[in-house]
C-alpha cells in the first residue's frame, strides 16, 4: 500500500498552505445552524444566571464550578468524576458509530475557524483561488491593505474569543471588573487576557488545520476507534471508479461517476483528498459531499457518491445499512447520559459527615438520660442561604448542638460539635444505628448515619 503523507506536507516535508475554497449545499446550511446555535449559546452562557449563580463556569482557582445554575465544590469530586468518565466513553462510542462527526460539526476550534475566521478571511481577501493570488503576488499597497485589515480583524476576534474564555473561569462580574477598573488592580487577569488572545490569534491565523490533524489527540484516536462498521463520510468506489471527465462519444457505462473534477480535495479544509479512502485528517464537515453532489447534479447522476457510509455498506452493499451495533451503542450513550443528569438532579445542596468524637465514650446524666458526643461538618453547596435543623428519626433520641448555628451561606463550610441523648430505660443493645435529619424549612435535605453506643438497661440491674 502507498505511503500517505500528510496533506498539508509537502514532498519537502514543508507545510503546504490550505486555500479551502467556499462551499454551499444542503449539509453545509445544517452546519451553519448548528455552529451558529452553538456559538450563540457560547457567547451567551456566561451572562445567563439561574438564582444568581452563572448558567456554567468552571472556577478552578476557587474550586467552585457551576453547570446549569447548579453550584459544586470539591465535596461533589465523585460526580465530576463520573461526568469525567461518561464524556470519553461517549467520545468512543459515538467515534466508533458515527465517526468524526463532533470535530466537522460541534468542536469550537472547527466552528471559531470555518464559520468565524474563514468567514472573514473570504470577505477581506475573496475565495481560494484570490487569496492564492494576493500571497504569491507582489507586496502593494492594497495587499498591505487586505493583511492589515485581516489580521486586525483577527486580533480583535481572539481578544473577544478570550475574554469569553475567562469568563467561564472566573465569572462575568470579575472580568466586568477586570475590564472597567484600572488594569494595575487586574494586573494577572490582564496578562492571562493578553496571553489567550495571542494563543487564539496564533491558532487560527497560522496554526490552523494542524491543531486538527497533528495537536489534537482525538484525531489520532481516530485511527483505532474506527472499523469497517463505522458510519463516515466517505467515497463510493465502486461507483466512482474508474473516474475521469466526461468524453463525447464515451459510452457511460465504460467509467465510473467521479469526474476527477477535484472540487471536493479543493473545498477540503485540511487539503485531503477524500477519494484515498479513510483518513486520519478527515474531520467530517461534509463540504466534499455538498460540492460532489452539486456536480452529480450537473451531469445527472444519483447524488451522495460521497456520502455517508460504513466500508461494509460500500462493499457489501445497502444490506448493511442498518447495523445493531449502532442501535446498541446509541443506547448505552442515552443510558450513561441519563445516569449522569439523574445524578445532577438528585444531588444534595447540603453535604457533610457526621463522626463520634474520638476519644470519648457515653456519659451517664443524673435525669435518666445516657448521651455520645459528635462532631458534624456541613456544606452549603447552593446559592441561597439554607435555615436548617437537625432531628432524629427514632423518636428516642433528641440532639443538642453545642454553639450552634442556624443558617448555612452559599458554599460555607461549618465544623460544630453536638450529643445524640436517649433515656436509659429505652436502651436495649450496646450499639444503636442512627439516622439524624438534616431539614429546612420542613423539607429533609439530607440522611446521616451513625452509631449510638451505651449498655443496655438490663446489664446495669
Given amino acids: 500500500m502507498k505511503q500517505m503523507a500528510l496533506a498539508t506536507n509537502t514532498q519537502k516535508n514543508k507545510r503546504r498552505w490550505i486555500y479551502a475554497k467556499k462551499v454551499t449545499g444542503r449539509l453545509f446550511s445544517y452546519r451553519q ?5 452553538l456559538l450563540t449559546l457560547l457567547l451567551l452562557a456566561p451572562f445567563l444566571k ?3 449563580e452563572p448558567f456554567l463556569m468552571f472556577n478552578i482557582i476557587e474550586r467552585k464550578f457551576c453547570v446549569f445554575g447548579a453550584v459544586f465544590y470539591p465535596q461533589d469530586l465523585h460526580i465530576f468524576v463520573f461526568g469525567m468518565l461518561i464524556a470519553m466513553v461517549c467520545i468512543v462510542l459515538f467515534t466508533v458509530v458515527y465517526g468524526r462527526v463532533w470535530c466537522g460539526w460541534a ?6 475557524m470555518e464559520l468565524v475566521f474563514r468567514r472573514v478571511e473570504y470577505w477581506i481577501e475573496g475565495d481560494a483561488n484570490e487569496q492564492r493570488r494576493l500571497n504569491e503576488g507582489d507586496w502593494t499597497k ?14 480583535l476576534i481572539s481578544f473577544v474569543i478570550a475574554n469569553l474564555l475567562l469568563s467561564y473561569i472566573i465569572g462575568i462580574d470579575m472580568l466586568f471588573s477586570i475590564i472597567t477598573e484600572p488594569v494595575q488592580n487586574h494586573l494577572v487577569g490582564f496578562i492571562f487576557i493578553m496571553l489567550f488572545t495571542l494563543v487564539f490569534y496564533a491558532v487560527f491565523s497560522f496554526v490552523r488545520e494542524i491543531v486538527c490533524t497533528t495537536i489534537c489527540p482525538y484525531g489520532r484516536l481516530q485511527g483505532v476507534l474506527l472499523d469497517e462498521q463505522s458510519i463516515s463520510v466517505v467515497y463510493n468506489y465502486k461507483r466512482g471508479e474508474p473516474r475521469g471527465p466526461i468524453r463525447k462519444g464515451q459510452e457511460a457505462d465504460l467509467r465510473g ?16 483528498d477524500i477519494r484515498n479512502g479513510i483518513q486520519m485528517e478527515c474531520v467530517n464537515c461534509t463540504a466534499c459531499i ?6 452529480m447534479e450537473k451531469i445527472h447522476r444519483p447524488k451522495n457518491l460521497i456520502g455517508f457510509y460504513s466500508q461494509n455498506e460500500i462493499e457489501f452493499g445497502s444490506a448493511q445499512k442498518k447495523n445493531k451495533r449502532a442501535v446498541a451503542y446509541s443506547a448505552v450513550l442515552v443510558v450513561l ?10 444531588r444534595n445542596v447540603v453535604d457533610g ?12 446524666r443524673d435525669d435518666g438520660t445516657v448521651t455520645n458526643l459528635y462532631n458534624m461538618e456541613l456544606t452549603n453547596k447552593s446559592s441561597k442561604d439554607i435555615p436548617f435543623d437537625l432531628s432524629c428519626v427514632d423518636k428516642h433520641f433528641s440532639v443538642q448542638v453545642l454553639q450552634a448555628k442556624k443558617v448555612l451561606v452559599p458554599g460555607e463550610t461549618v465544623r460544630f460539635s453536638l450529643f445524640l441523648i436517649r433515656p436509659k430505660k429505652s436502651i436495649n443493645v450496646y450499639k444503636t444505628d442512627v439516622v439524624v435529619n438534616i431539614s429546612s424549612e420542613g423539607k429533609i435535605l439530607k440522611k446521616m448515619r451513625t452509631n449510638f453506643v451505651a449498655p443496655p438497661a438490663a446489664s446495669r440491674k
Avoid: W
Avoid at 459527615?353 to 451517664?364: D, K, N, W
Fill in 33 to 37: 445552524y448548528v455552529g451558529y446555535f
Fill in 50 to 52: 439561574i438564582e444568581g
Fill in 107 to 112: 468542536c469550537p476550534q472547527t466552528i471559531f
Fill in 142 to 155: 492594497e495587499k498591505l491593505m487586505k493583511k492589515i485589515s485581516k489580521h486586525t480583524m483577527f486580533f
Fill in 257 to 272: 461517476d467521479c469526474v476527477d473534477c477535484h472540487l471536493c480535495v479543493h473545498v477540503c479544509p485540511t487539503g485531503i
Fill in 290 to 295: 455538498d460540492v460532489c453532489n452539486g456536480v
Fill in 337 to 346: 447520559i441519563g445516569v449522569f443528569l439523574s445524578l445532577l438532579i438528585t
Fill in 353 to 364: 459527615t457526621l463522626l463520634r468524637a474520638s476519644g470519648t465514650s457515653y456519659i451517664f
